[in-house]
């Protein structure tokens, strides 16, 4: 997509996250230039600790940088209050955990309703679930779904506002291979039927044969960013 007209959504230039810890100061970003754009689908791959979640949650607007500048589209997030963060995360983001964080006494509909309430463009929820080929399954309760059942409500859930771009932080870390092959292909349908800019951070480098690219983190820094010229089919992925 470099040298074409792909639109950028995220642009970071020499990005950096120092958390201080008093006697020591931990760098999990060192300088990370980088452009995201939209409707692609990125792997993010690394060791524990180079930084990945750091990255995801500062482009997310739920942590914010030390240095260097990122940017969504013209927005400034080093720039942007607590409030404007809110409203960035509120309009434009949606997240993925390795846990579902699912409201127990909720059912998937619901779970799925509180976030289409309060957005300003929704899906239809029964909508976001069929998405996630859940839709037989919106009156159960998350204690009544598997892991991975929770998970593609989880991924309704955040998409059910319409966001330009879907942060998933090890969405398959606790789920078996099936079952995480599963959540991967809700992650690529709405990517390729919704046009979501989509990021999942991994240990897994066969999901990276998913992505239009493959970035690598290691200690705070980008070591390789590859275009995935032959793309595959979740289903395709054995690990
Ligand atoms: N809130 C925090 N306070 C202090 N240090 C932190 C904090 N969050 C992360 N770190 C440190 O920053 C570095 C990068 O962490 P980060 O969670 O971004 O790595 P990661 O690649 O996502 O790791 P993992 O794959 O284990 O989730 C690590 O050394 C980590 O210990």
């Known amino acids: 997509m470099e040298g074409t007209d792909a639109e950028v959504v995220f642009e970071t230039r020499g990005l950096a996250k120092v958390y201080d810890m008093g ?3 931990v760098h999990a970003l060192r300088g990370i230039d980088l452009e995201l754009y939209r409707s692609e689908l990125v792997v993010l791959l690394g060791a524990s600790g180079s930084g ?6 500062i482009l997310g607007g739920l942590d914010t940088a030390t240095d260097g500048e990122v940017f969504y589209r013209d927005r400034d997030l080093t720039k942007a209050s607590e409030r404007e963060l809110t409203d960035y995360r509120r ?8 846990f579902y964080n699912l409201i127990p006494s909720l059912t998937a509909l619901e779970n799925v309703e509180i976030v289409t309430e309060i957005a300003s463009d929704p899906m239809d929820p029964k909508e976001a679930l069929e998405l996630v080929k859940m839709g037989d399954r919106a ?22 506002k319409r966001p330009a771009v879907l942060l998933c932080d090890e969405p398959t870390g606790a789920l078996d ?8 292909e809700a992650l690529d349908r709405v990517n390729r039927e ?16 998913m992505a239009e690219r493959i970035i690598r983190l290691k ?8 275009r995935n010229e032959d793309k595959k089919a979740p289903r395709e992925l054995k690990w």
Request: hydrophobic residues 40%; without cysteine; negative net charge.
């Open 194 to 209: 919704l046009g979501t800019t989509t990021v999942i951070i991994t240990h897994n480098v066969v999901q990276g044969d």
């Open 177 to 184: 291979s099936e079952t995480g092959v599963i959540v991967l």
């Open 52 to 57: 990945k979640s750091t990255l995801v949650n």
């Open 219 to 226: 200690d705070g820094q980008i070591t390789d960013i590859r």
């Open 91 to 98: 309009h434009y983001v949606g997240f993925i955990f390795q």
């Open 23 to 25: 006697e020591v100061q």
């Open 139 to 160: 009156d159960h309760f998350p204690s009544q779904l598997s892991g991975g059942e929770q998970q593609r409500v989880a991924i309704a859930r955040a998409i059910a």
